[in-house]
């Protein structure tokens, strides 16, 4: 299986800020991978897929970058909607896999 | 407006048998592969299973946590998609979620999702 490494874990920041999230695979996955945003007690929402492609109406402050094993998702001005979980997902292989999520948090 | 609802969700004992359900609307719902994703509590998600369409033979692919003990399968005249979970383990305890997938740059990408329906198994 592939297994996908996300980092930091945890991060607090400002409203403003620049925040980068990556996503480590196991293997090649070349940019076969998807980002999600969780809120709490909600459903997960895709905000990129294809690696950098944008979903059609999520907000051009978040963008992703990368492709094989190290893949990245940024956000360009932290907003105070934007605290919540971000998980990636590799779509290269079965079983899909998700990365463990990054939760981002008010500092 | 896609929209996405589970049900049959609930309390089960250890070794127990489920079957949620997952009716969908807002889409053309035969057009479509379909995924179960799950999260247990305070966890993170885990890819459940997926069935294709029928121009795909109603193929199904499946985690290896779930191989062997879950089918999923579909309804096109229903718009539905079910999870028969069987032999259920404590570790199966989650919300379980029913997504819409979408064939984006000719990859089947989990586009929409619904809120999910919980499953829990104790003694």
């Known amino acids: 299986d592939i297994q996908l490494t996300q980092s930091p874990s945890f991060l607090s920041a400002s409203v403003g800020d620049r925040v980068t999230i990556t996503c480590r695979a196991s293997?090649?996955?070349?940019?076969?991978l998807a980002w999600y945003q969780q809120k709490p007690r909600k459903a997960p929402k895709l905000l990129i897929y294809?690696?950098?492609t944008l979903q059609s109406g999520v907000t051009s402050r978040f963008s992703g970058s990368g492709s094989g094993t190290e893949l990245t998702l940024t956000i360009s001005s932290l907003q105070p909607e934007d605290f919540a979980t971000y998980y990636c997902?590799?779509?290269?292989?079965?079983?899909?896999?998700f990365g463990g999520g990054t939760k981002v948090e008010i500092k | 407006e896609v929209q996405l609802v589970e049900s049959g969700g609930g309390l089960v004992q250890p070794g127990e048998s489920l079957r949620l359900s997952c009716a969908a609307s807002?889409?053309?719902?035969?057009?479509?592969?379909m995924d179960w994703v799950r999260q247990a509590p305070g966890k993170g998600l885990e890819w459940v299973g997926r069935?294709?369409?029928?121009?795909?033979?109603?193929?199904?692919e499946y985690a290896a946590s779930v191989k062997g003990r879950f089918t999923v399968s579909r309804d096109d005249s229903k718009n539905s998609l079910y999870l028969q979970m069987s032999s259920l383990r404590i570790e199966d305890t989650a919300v379980y979620h029913c997504?819409?997938?979408?064939?984006?740059?000719?990859?089947?990408?989990?586009?929409?999702w619904g809120q999910g329906t919980l499953v829990t198994v104790s003694s």
């Open positions: 997504v819409y997938v979408v064939m984006l740059t000719s990859i089947p990408y989990l586009v929409f």
């Open positions: 807002g889409f053309t719902f035969s057009d479509h592969y």
């Open positions: 069935i294709r369409k029928k121009t795909n033979s109603y193929t199904t």
């Open positions: 293997q090649d996955i070349s940019t076969y």
């Open positions: 294809a690696a950098s």
């Open positions: 997902q590799q779509l290269k292989a079965y079983p899909l896999t």
